[in-house]
C-alpha cells in the first residue's frame, strides 16, 4: 500500500512540475511572440521591404525555439513516465543535497 501511494505522490508531483512546465513554455511563447511582433513592426518600419526577409527569419527562430522546448517537456515527461523509480531517487537525492548543504553551511549561531 505504502509503495503505491509513493508512486500517486510522484506521478502527481510530476504532472504538477509538467502543468508549470506548459504554464511557463506557454508564457515564454506568448512574450517571445509579443516582442518578435513589435521589433518586426520598428524593421519594417525602418527597412521598408527587406525587413519581411529577416522578419520571417525571426519568426522561423521562434519557432524553432519553442519545438526545442516542446521537445525537451515530452522527453522529460517519458523519462518521469517510464523511470518513476529514478525520478524519485533524484528528488530524494536533491532535496538531501540540499539539506546537507544546509547543514554544513549553516552558522553556529543558529
Known amino acids: ?18 502543468e508549470h512546465v506548459r504554464h511557463y513554455a506557454s508564457e515564454a511563447g506568448n512574450s517571445a ?17 527587406r525587413s519581411a526577409d529577416y522578419g520571417r527569419q525571426l ?9 526545442e522546448a516542446n521537445y ?3 522527453r522529460l515527461r517519458r523519462h518521469v513516465n517510464r523511470h518513476p523509480a529514478a525520478t524519485a531517487a533524484i528528488v530524494v537525492g536533491t532535496i538531501g543535497a540540499f539539506l546537507l548543504l544546509r547543514r554544513a553551511f549553516r552558522s553556529d549561531d543558529e
Open 59 to 67: 519568426s522561423h527562430a521562434a519557432e524553432d525555439f519553442a519545438d
Open 1 to 18: 500500500m505504502r509503495n503505491r501511494d509513493i508512486e500517486r505522490h510522484i506521478r502527481d508531483t510530476a504532472e504538477h512540475a509538467g
Open 33 to 49: 511572440h509579443s516582442l518578435l511582433e513589435r521589433g518586426r513592426r520598428r524593421i519594417n518600419e525602418r527597412f521598408g521591404k
Open 72 to 74: 525537451q517537456y515530452r
